[in-house]
Nanobody, 126 residues
Framework: QLQLVESGGGLVQPGGSLRLSCAASGSTLEGYHIGWFRQAPGKEREAVSCISSASGITNYADSVKGRFTISRDNAKKTMYLQMNSLKPEDTGVYFC???????????????????WGKGTLVTVSS
């Protein structure tokens, strides 16, 4: 079973940056479509970004386009979310997640993840 652990969250001021990491164990990341999700207080969990298993095609929520960058390093079994120009509305618990790559899904579809980390808290506040 794939296991995921996030790290890198913390408190930053608006306009600041953070890089979140997600370390995988139990399996390699090869063959997995991976993504980042977040849940703000009182809101539903939403997809932030995802990246396909083979082609590296990425998808971003409109709210983070141009500010966030998702990447993966299969050799290190780690995925990343670089967050720049952070806004207070970016505050929330960030989760990494994964599903097996499949031709049943679009490379840009971020849903139906099977494996989840426990989350790391990002707070953007002055």
């Amino acid at each position: 079973q794939l296991q995921l652990v996030e790290s890198g969250g913390g408190l930053v001021q608006p306009g600041g940056s953070l890089r979140l990491s997600c370390a995988a164990s139990g399996s390699t990341l090869e063959g997995y479509h991976i993504g980042w999700f977040r849940q703000a207080p009182g809101k539903e969990r939403e997809a932030v970004s995802c990246i396909s298993s083979a082609s590296g095609i990425t998808n971003y929520a409109d709210s983070v386009k141009g500010r966030f960058t998702i990447s993966r390093d299969n050799a290190k079994k780690t995925m990343y979310l670089q967050m720049n120009s952070l806004k207070p509305e970016d505050t929330g618990v960030y989760f990494c997640a994964a599903r097996r790559g499949s031709t049943l899904y679009s490379s840009r579809y971020c849903g139906d993840m099977d494996y989840w980390g426990k989350g790391t808290l990002v707070t953007v506040s002055s």
